[in-house]
């Protein structure tokens, strides 16, 4: 075992009491592999499972099993007539399961994080049943303040980059604070608690995911 995956263990276990003081099931898993299969392990065959635009999600491997797998796989992109993904959305907020990843949480259990449309974040404050967040270690943050810096600083330009969205950090690299027609900055989420116990949950893993 590396120092570092040793670290990730120890301060996982702080994590958990943290998360689990405010109303988040969690688990921490060394690797993504582990990730994904604890994951599976939480959704029942049959099920509905919508999803948010989560590059760690797919770097685990757990968007192909639910697509390929026995599941009611509610895919945002399968039309691409505005009312048709109107309806779409609607299944997605009533699905059994949401799957995300966070932009960063904090040492205390918090969840923070920055969407453009707002459809991840709204998910994750209502709607589905269960709401499955993947991430790796690397998204830890002290504070609510340092969190909020990490997404602007080092996720949201190479996730505009990932969208194609005209905006100043995805030409320079770099956080503008821009008010662009393309920002995907526009909602800011920070979840302290699970008002409905155990209806998040969080799976951490010590291998590097998204951004």
């Given at each position: 075992?590396?120092?570092l ?11 958990k ?8 099931e969690f688990?921490?898993?060394a690797t993504?592999?582990?990730?994904k299969e604890?994951i ?12 948010g635009g ?6 685990a ?11 009611n ?7 691409s007539?505005?009312?048709?993904q ?22 205390d259990?918090e969840l ?5 449309l707002g ?7 209502y709607?589905p049943?269960k709401?499955?967040?993947?991430a790796?270690m690397?998204?830890?943050c002290?504070?609510?303040?340092d969190?909020i810096r ?6 949201a330009?190479p996730n505009?980059?990932?969208v ?11 956080c503008?604070?821009?008010?662009s027609p ?5 909602q ?24």
């Amino acid at each position: 075992m590396s120092y570092l995956s040793e670290r990730y263990e120890k301060t996982a276990a702080t994590l958990k009491k943290n998360f689990e003081k405010r109303g988040m099931e969690f688990y921490y898993c060394a690797t993504a592999e582990e990730a994904k299969e604890q994951i599976l392990s939480l959704i029942p065959k049959g099920s509905s499972v919508g999803w948010g635009g989560s590059l760690s999600m797919e770097e685990a491997g757990v968007m192909d099993a639910i697509k390929n797998g026995e599941y009611n796989a509610i895919d945002r992109h399968r039309s691409s007539d505005p009312q048709e993904q109107k309806r779409i959305y609607g299944e997605i907020v009533c699905a059994d399961f949401f799957l995300m990843s966070t932009n960063a949480f904090t040492l205390d259990g918090e969840l923070v994080n920055i969407d453009g449309l707002g459809n991840r974040v709204s998910c994750l404050s209502y709607g589905p049943d269960k709401v499955i967040v993947l991430a790796s270690m690397d998204k830890l943050c002290t504070d609510v303040d340092d969190a909020i810096r990490r997404v602007h600083l080092v996720a949201a330009p190479p996730n505009a980059l990932r969208v194609g969205a005209d905006t100043p950090c995805a030409k320079t690299g770099v956080c503008a604070d821009c008010l662009s027609p393309s920002s995907i900055c526009c909602q800011t989420l920070i979840t302290r608690k699970s008002r409905i116990p155990g209806r998040i949950v969080v799976v951490l893993t010590g291998e590097h995911l998204g951004f």
